[in-house]
Each structure stands twice: as structure tokens, then as C-alpha cells.
């Protein structure tokens, strides 16, 4: 097979003609197609063309948040090493995770929860809003459940993409119960990667 | 929906269960088992069933580079983010990835080429085996395919899983083409969650 000729700079935009073109008729709503777009482009995987669950107003939340300075808090270094740190930080935030702090770890253990759990009640005491990006752990969006419904924490957003087979698709339709904004890929899909993608996607979307 | 009650500790084993279960009367080959569920693990995807490619004795080619103190390079943060180091390095390797190293771009800049293409002439030049996992960059797949031609790279082993539309298919071809000790994610998928990991999958192995 033949190597396509082509500069850097134009992979990434000759990518999305290529999934434009798979797409085919397949009709994307205008307000969420950079994010599905991009959540394909990272995985291959023409199920987020459908599995993408969106709360009203959603995107437009998290590009306001991120230009207030919100902090980015994800369940694992994958998810925070994938999401680009430029622009968040122009505007004052940080990427944060805290799956590998010692004290989550000490208190995960003393306690028999997982340690993606007690790292979402570590982010619940951060002094600003909170965007959750979660791409593995259903424990880390139990977690906002309980924390929610307790009082103990009102998130900016949060991106509920976790992937896997334990409590999974009821960690999301928890989340989507809870009402608060949100982007979740209902069933098993999701993964670190999703969780940046779909970061990535709405912050390239804010005007400079 | 009801939450299954697990303990932190038997989420991954139990997940694992029900991969097979899913599975059903699909027969996998027992070299290559682990590997497999553990990027169906990692993506809910179970085309991963069927698409990854294994030259004759890789797995243990890997395991007895990684014993022998090889470096594991990648070709992006995200993808070195998800490998385990604690085997790697208790061998005395390591997990490295030059794709944001400053010599790295400036030098993909005069040559109008990728960073990832450049990032593995880095690689090339260190002093010990190298192990390449490669998720994301179809380039850097032909960075390397370009150094063993010329002599330049006698690569430890080579997982080849870029994710994508561009040149990505025939990257792969190319890799197989080459005769290295290679695993391979046939077609458009793969991803930096699968390098991560089928280089987990093969590590924890390792009888310690």
C-alpha cells in the first residue's frame, strides 16, 4: 500500500474529512460534532458516533469554566498526560490528579474503597470549580454521586466516559440521574483517551 | 440499576470474567490470551479479539528485554502515563518518550516532518534495547521502518498499534513487512490505552 504524502500540519485536519466521509449521511448535531468527531478520531471506534450522551448547555459550561480558571481534575495520569495543559493554564486552571497521593492511597486502603474514590473526595475540598474527566474508574463517578447528593460538592462539569465491565453502565446512568452537566458514553466504551478527547474538543472550540 | 458490591481488589479479576464470559465459544490463542483481554479490558472494544497481529515468539522476546533492563520509548506521554514502571524499572529500564523534548521539535520543524518521526531517531541513538510502543504517530511506525532499512535500528521489539485514518493502515503493513518482533493492531484501531496496554499484559507476566 501506498504512503500518502502529506505535511504535518494537515493530518490531523485531513483525519476528520476521512471520518466526515465514513460518516456518510450519518447526521451528527451541529452543537456536539467536534467532540464525537474527536472522541472517533482518538479510538477508531464509530460507536461514539452514537453512545455520546449530552447534557443541555454542556459544552458551552465547560468552555466558561475553563476560561474562569476551573480546575481539571481526572481519575488517572493517562487522562490528565492526554489532555493539552496550554490554554487550560492561560486561563488560570491546572490538570490535576490525585490517584497516585499517598494519603489517597493510606485512606483507600484504611477505608477498602478504591483509590480513584478517595481521590475524588480529595478534589471535592479544592478551593474552585471542578471539571471531572473520568476514563476509568465507575468507583470515581460513585464517588460524585455519593459527594453530590451529600452537599459536599457542586462539579462544573463532569465528563463520564469510564470504560470497563464492574458497575460501569450503572456508574453512568447514576451520573445522568444526578442532573448535573454533563457528557457521558452510555454502555461499557469510554477510556482514558475519550476523556481527553473530549476535553481537547471543547476547549479548541473557545475563541481566543 | 443495581451496584455490584466488589472489593477494590477483585474489580480487575472480575472483569476479566466476564471479557471471557462475553467471549463466549470465541477461541483465542493461549500465547496471546492476556494480551488481548487486556486491551478489550482497556476498551470495551472486542474487535481486539480479532485484529492484533503477534510474530512468532514476541512475548517472550519482550519479557526477556524487559528482564535484561531494556527502555521502553513511546511516541506519546499518554501512552507512557499508562505503562507500569515498577517491573520495568526494578530491571533497571525505563519508560521513555521524547515527543516533547525541545530538540525534538525544532529539529521536525527545519525538516517538515513529524515530531514523532524525529522522536524515534532519538530513541535510535540510545545506548541500550529498546522496546517501542507506538499508539498514536502512523509516523513514527515509519521512522522506524526508515532506521531498520538503513541500518540504523535493530529495535528489541515493536508494538505497532497507531490509531487513525492517515497513513495508519499502511504503517502497520509496513511494520509487518519488516520482520521485527512485532505486535500489531491490524486495520484503523489501536490507541495509546492499547500500547500501554499490551506492554502491561506481557510485564505482568513476568514470573518475579
Not at 65 to 84: E, L
Not at 106 to 116: D, I, L
Given at each position: 500500500?501506498?504512503?500518502?504524502?502529506?505535511?504535518?500540519?494537515?493530518?490531523?485536519?485531513?483525519?476528520?474529512?476521512?471520518?466526515?466521509?465514513?460518516?456518510?449521511?450519518?447526521?451528527?448535531?451541529?452543537?456536539?460534532?467536534?467532540?464525537?468527531?474527536?472522541?472517533i478520531h482518538t479510538s477508531a471506534d464509530f460507536d461514539y458516533?452514537?453512545?455520546?450522551?449530552?447534557?443541555d448547555g454542556v459544552i458551552e459550561t465547560i468552555q466558561e469554566?475553563?476560561?474562569?480558571?476551573?480546575?481539571?481534575?481526572?481519575?488517572?495520569?493517562?487522562?490528565?498526560?492526554?489532555?493539552?495543559k496550554r490554554r487550560i493554564e492561560k486561563y488560570g486552571g491546572?490538570?490535576?490528579?490525585?490517584?497516585?497521593?499517598?494519603?489517597?492511597?493510606?485512606?483507600?486502603?484504611?477505608?477498602?474503597?478504591?483509590?480513584?474514590?478517595?481521590?475524588?473526595?480529595?478534589?471535592?475540598?479544592?478551593?474552585?470549580?471542578?471539571?471531572?474527566?473520568?476514563?476509568?474508574?465507575?468507583?470515581?463517578?460513585?464517588?460524585?454521586?455519593?459527594?453530590?447528593?451529600?452537599?459536599?460538592?457542586?462539579?462544573?462539569?463532569?465528563?463520564?466516559?469510564?470504560?470497563?465491565?464492574?458497575?460501569?453502565?450503572?456508574?453512568?446512568?447514576?451520573?445522568?440521574?444526578?442532573?448535573?452537566?454533563?457528557?457521558?458514553?452510555?454502555?461499557?466504551?469510554?477510556?482514558?483517551?475519550?476523556?481527553?478527547?473530549?476535553?481537547?474538543?471543547?476547549?479548541?472550540?473557545?475563541?481566543?
Open positions: 500500500m501506498k504512503i500518502e504524502n502529506i505535511r504535518p500540519g494537515e493530518i490531523e485536519s485531513r483525519s476528520f474529512e476521512i471520518i466526515t466521509e465514513l460518516l456518510g449521511d450519518k447526521k451528527l448535531d451541529p452543537r456536539y460534532e467536534s467532540v464525537i468527531k474527536r472522541c458516533a452514537d453512545n455520546l450522551y449530552f447534557t469554566a475553563i476560561k474562569s480558571g476551573a480546575y481539571i481534575v481526572t481519575d488517572t495520569q493517562m487522562a490528565r498526560a492526554g489532555i493539552n491546572q490538570v490535576l490528579c490525585f490517584i497516585g497521593d499517598d494519603d489517597v492511597a493510606a485512606e483507600a486502603k484504611a477505608r477498602g474503597v478504591t483509590r480513584s474514590f478517595v481521590s475524588m473526595e480529595k478534589a471535592s475540598r479544592l478551593d474552585r470549580p471542578v471539571i471531572f474527566a473520568i476514563g476509568n474508574a465507575p468507583t470515581a463517578l460513585l464517588s460524585i454521586y455519593d459527594l453530590v447528593k451529600a452537599g459536599k460538592l457542586s462539579p462544573a462539569a463532569v465528563v463520564g466516559v469510564p470504560v470497563g465491565f464492574v458497575n460501569v453502565v450503572e456508574s453512568k446512568e447514576r451520573l445522568i440521574e444526578l442532573g448535573v452537566p454533563a457528557i457521558v458514553a452510555k454502555g461499557r466504551k469510554g477510556g482514558s483517551n475519550i476523556a481527553a478527547a473530549i476535553i481537547n474538543a471543547i476547549q479548541y472550540k473557545i475563541e481566543e
